[in-house]
């Protein structure tokens, strides 16, 4: 039985996951400030191979991670099986 991943590669893995098909997660660092910067470009089978890179910042690296994916769904909508919230209208009152 396989061990379940856990903290930072956790994190890293539902980064990459909630990412657009054909991108790839590139990188973690510290920047100067003290801030973890996560980012994540398109590759050479993404839809728009030259978009701009999704990237995610917090004061730990799985903030970073965390945002990176946030961000990720904020630009490019849910992922496959998941309803699409920001197209359905508001509902009529009754």
Known sequence: ???????LSRD??????????????????RESD?????WAL?????GDPSGAPIEGRGSAAEEGLTGLG???RLTHGPLSGEEDTRRIPPRPSD
């Open 42 to 46: 398109p590759g050479p089978y993404a």
């Open 70 to 72: 946030r961000n990720a």
């Open 1 to 7: 039985m396989p061990i379940p991943p856990t903290g």
């Open 34 to 38: 003290e801030c973890w910067r996560a």
């Open 12 to 29: 890293w893995i539902e980064a990459e996951a909630s990412l657009p098909v054909g991108w790839r997660l590139s990188g973690l660092v």
